[in-house]
């Protein structure tokens, strides 16, 4: 007959009860998560129920859908899923890792960016990967050391700053199955992110000889997404999906919603680049994209990953970085995706910290600036700004004469 005890170091109950693999008795002890003694106790005899065989798994699942206490429910499923496997060998209705990320997918594919929803796709596929075989086991048998094996792994191929983008991916998966209970607790929360140092800050302005440069090396239609960025630091995947009814000619100003932050973002339209798009082709369609290559790019695949190889290309035609190579013979020179990528420290994405850094030193406000380009806090704003040399040297030359008389 099922029992209840509880220790004195924690206020839960801890259910007693037997079960029966084969002719074999065997005591299991396991916790309910309730300080209810009712609710544990009926836990406790349907657990023993079950062990007995005398349960079905339907009847278990409207029994766990009975239960109101969501951290009781989720220890009770764990609990019934074990008693099932140890007499049947069979699980209670569990789902692999690799079936809970496909159903986590689709169910998700709504409710976030296009791009998000990529990230999210090659994240799963990549933790399965780690996982091996693990993937096709119950998702309750992921555990901690597993998490912290696939963060490694990417942390020794992209940037650790990367890596823990893709760890936060595997926590909100996890507090999916979770919230479902499917697992007990979220074992991708358990896992530290990577300490990153002095990563986070390799990206850079673009100084302005170095943009003239990369306008020399544009043709039409990526002059004109440089020109876009310099003058709003929008991202390229939103400059990319911009459509003429993005901009307003006569108040002067741009709006879109950031791809990244769902944010609305209202920018003024500066007089040269005003002055640029008068000079643009345009239809009589509104939702005619700007850009069309881009925007057809963008469409296609979801995010701006390939536009930003094209951008690669262009810095390396203007000498600001090294050409990378596409076709390697050499098969010792080539790098493959399991080779980490060295970081760039400039990409179009510096012309959004050039646009930050411009508008402050211009003497614009943080509050102002931060409006400007759509970041979501100050702090992201300090991280974007990079005040040039002569700028600073002016500001400490108006700092008084110690001893002189004001």
Known sequence: MASLWKDRRTPNWVACFTIYVG??????KRTTCTEDRKLARRIADELEDAGRGTRSPDQIKAFLDGIQDLKAKRAARHAFDFVIRETTGRTLDSKTTRGFIDSWLERTKGEVSPATWVKYEQTGKML?????GKADQDISEVRRDDIARFRDEQGGRVARSTANVYLKIVRIMFGAAEADGLVVRNEAKQVKLLKVGNEANARRAFTLPE???ILANCNDEWRSLVIFGF????RLGDLARLTWQNLDLVTGEMSYVSGKTGRQVVTPLATPLL????????????????????????????QAQRLSNQFADILADACLIAERPHNVEDESKRKGRNTKRSVS????????????????????SDAVAQDL????SAEISRHYTHIEAPAKRAAVDKLPVLGAKV
């Not at 002719?23 to 299991?28: E, G, H, L, S």
């Not at 002055?275 to 979801?302: C, M, R, W, Y």
């Not at 380009?373 to 979501?376: A, I, K, N, R």
């Open 275 to 302: 002055q640029h798009i008068q000079k643009l082709p345009t239809g009589d369609n509104p939702k005619q994209p700007i850009h069309p290559s881009a925007f057809e790019i963008v469409a296609k695949h979801g």
């Open 231 to 234: 003058y709003t630091g929008a």
């Open 23 to 28: 002719a074999a008795a065997k005591q299991i």
């Open 128 to 132: 399965c990967k780690s996982l091996g």
């Open 211 to 213: 943009v003239v440069k």
């Open 373 to 376: 380009v759509g970041h979501e």
């Open 345 to 364: 420290e400039i990409s179009f994405h510096s012309l959004r910290h050039t646009a930050v850094s411009l508008l402050k030193t211009a003497g614009v």
